[in-house]
């Protein structure tokens, strides 16, 4: 079955068949008809509607619906060293080894060609990283999970793999051949950070809303379409992750440090 699914994704037109899909989400919906067709979606995914922002007849596409924001309060951005860029489920979380990132057990990538800087890759060896998932239902929004200076943010090319799980598990390099948004950050401390928001299949576009400029943990970095990944790097020096296990659920402003690290 892995075989087989890994044979379809990689012969699937996935660029083309996004754009068409990021087409028809982006059509604008009849008013009648959106509490109907988000509340479908909501019913199947998860999504927490009780948490949005405005009213459902507001959204005036499915796009704008998956990029829907929350009301205020709903995420506390806690005073952390660290916390976590968005709801999902943690992939991998740990170390960074060898200029390596697992993606899977027994499964990794080089940390250089998912930054597309060997240099300044260089610079992460020792330090930590959290690769999330964010599902459909998931609020698609990603923060910045430290205090820091956005120095640039590269658009890299590439193709667009589906990133769930199954997928993950299935397809070698998956995050690095995805396109994706790199943000090149640096620490109050002056070292070096990275977030990566990872294209996805299906409507996976990303918008960023804050390219340069000083952040503080809890600011927007940019948007997801639908369901997608994030990935953030530190360097050696710098406050380490809480190391959870594969699939636990955290959510966007929350604590991302162990417990009992200072503040």
């Known amino acids: 079955m892995t ?15 996004s754009r068409a899909c990021g087409w028809l989400a982006s059509t604008p919906l009849p008013g009648p008809l959106r ?35 929350l009301r205020p309060g709903v995420r506390p951005v806690a005073a952390a060293p660290l916390v976590w860029p968005c709801d999902g489920r943690i992939v991998t979380v740990g ?3 060898d200029g390596r990132i697992p993606q899977v057990k027994g499964n990794d990538y080089a940390l250089a060609d998912l930054l597309g800087d060997a240099d300044w ?23 910045a999970p430290f205090a820091a200076t956005i120095e640039a943010v590269t658009a890299l090319p590439g193709t667009l793999f589906p990133v ?16 994706r948004h790199v943000f090149r950050c640096r620490l109050p401390s002056g070292g070096a950070a990275a977030v990566v928001m ?3 299949y299906n409507v996976g576009g990303t918008t960023v809303t804050q390219a340069a400029g000083s952040v503080h943990p809890g600011d927007e970095l940019g948007q997801f379409g639908f369901g997608s990944t994030v990935v953030v790097v530190l360097g050696a020096d710098e406050p380490r992750f809480a190391e959870l296990a594969a699939e636990s ?6 604590a991302a440090t162990p417990p009992g690290a200072p503040a």
């Not at 509490?35 to 007849?57: I, K, Q, S, T």
């Not at 769930?164 to 396109?179: A, K």
């Not at 659920?249 to 929350?254: E, F, K, T």
């Open 95 to 97: 170390p960074v080894r």
């Open 3 to 17: 075989t087989l699914r890994r044979l379809l994704l990689t012969a699937l037109p996935k660029v083309a068949l």
């Open 35 to 69: 509490p109907v067709v988000y509340g479908w979606f909501a019913r199947r995914y998860g999504a927490a509607l009780d948490e949005m922002a405005g009213d459902l007849r507001a959204c005036r596409s499915l796009q704008h619906f998956f990029r829907r924001g």
């Open 198 to 200: 990872v294209g996805a």
């Open 249 to 254: 659920r955290v959510r966007m402003g929350a």
């Open 121 to 143: 890759a260089g610079r992460f060896e020792g330090g930590c990283q959290a690769t999330i998932y964010l599902a459909p239902g998931d609020y698609h929004r990603v923060h």
């Open 164 to 179: 769930n799980p199954p997928s993950v598990r299935c397809i070698d390099r998956l995050f690095v051949r995805n396109s």
